[in-house]
T-cell receptor, first 114, second 112 residues
Framework: SAVISQKPSRDICQRGTSLTIQCQVD?????MFWYRQQPGQSLTLIAT?????????ESGFVIDKFPISRPNLTFSTLTVSNMSPEDSSIYLC???????????FGPGTRLTVL | GNSVTQMEGPVTLSEEAFLTINCTYT??????LFWYVQYPGEGLQLLLK?????DKGSNKGFEATYRKETTSFHLEKGSVQVSDSAVYFC???????????FGTGTSLTVIP
């Protein structure tokens, strides 16, 4: 398994601002992912964070709104840009080692946008 | 395509009752199947998994068997405790990529 930490654990932000969420893993991992969990809902994959190249975004998510960095195999950031109340969600990062492998999740960042 | 259909909640049980949460899936080939649990205010934790047909995953008294013939992976526990109150997610890992597909989650409340 992997130990994953996220910062911040929660935040309350104003409309129109941006927030950067950090994800740190205690070991090198091949795959890192960012998910969104809206209140009372399941998880939706935002993107796969690729080390050394641009992230791969899922349908409905764009780089301008959710820029992602992954400078090395243990760290990634997700920025939520120009926030609106609809962005209020839990944002989770996860890691995995390949096809069919278990994904391990961070504790999540609870974002509230006023 | 790939998808997971999970029993709707919320589910409320008395302590020591039997628990079943149904999960069926649609997928190409033989995906890996997972149950995750999310306790209030926390992230997702892996509860158990199975990687091939007829495999049984088990952990903390919970069990689920990978049934290829019925494309199911139902979660069971013989005697639930108050501490099992959480949201449970069924998920599959597709063989044609790295993406996980999650069910909608089932909220379980166990009352003393």
């Amino acid at each position: 398994s992997a130990v994953i930490s996220q910062k911040p654990s929660r935040d309350i932000c104003q409309r129109g601002t941006s927030l950067t969420i950090q994800c740190q893993v205690d070991s090198q991992v091949t795959m890192m992912f960012w998910y969104r969990q809206q209140p009372g809902q399941s998880l939706t994959l935002i993107a796969t964070a690729n080390q050394g190249s641009e992230a791969t975004y899922e349908s409905g998510f764009v780089i301008d709104k959710f820029p992602i960095s992954r400078p090395n195999l243990t760290f990634s950031t997700l920025t939520v840009s120009n926030m609106s109340p609809e962005d209020s969600s839990i944002y989770l990062c996860s890691v995995g080692r390949g096809v069919g492998d278990t994904q391990y999740f961070g504790p999540g960042t609870r974002l509230t946008v006023l | 395509g790939n998808s997971v259909t999970q029993m709707e909640g919320p589910v409320t049980l008395s302590e020591e009752a039997f628990l079943t949460i149904n999960c069926t899936y649609t997928a190409t080939g033989y995906p890996s199947l997972f149950w995750y649990v999310q306790y209030p205010g926390e992230g997702l934790q892996l509860l158990l998994k199975a990687t091939k047909a007829d495999d049984k995953g088990s952990n903390k008294g919970f069990e689920a068997t990978y049934r290829k013939e019925t494309t199911s992976f139902h979660l069971e526990k013989g005697s639930v405790q108050v501490s099992d109150s959480a949201v449970y997610f069924c998920a599959l890992s597709a063989v044609d990529g790295n993406q996980f597909y999650f069910g909608t989650g089932t909220s379980l409340t166990v009352i003393p």
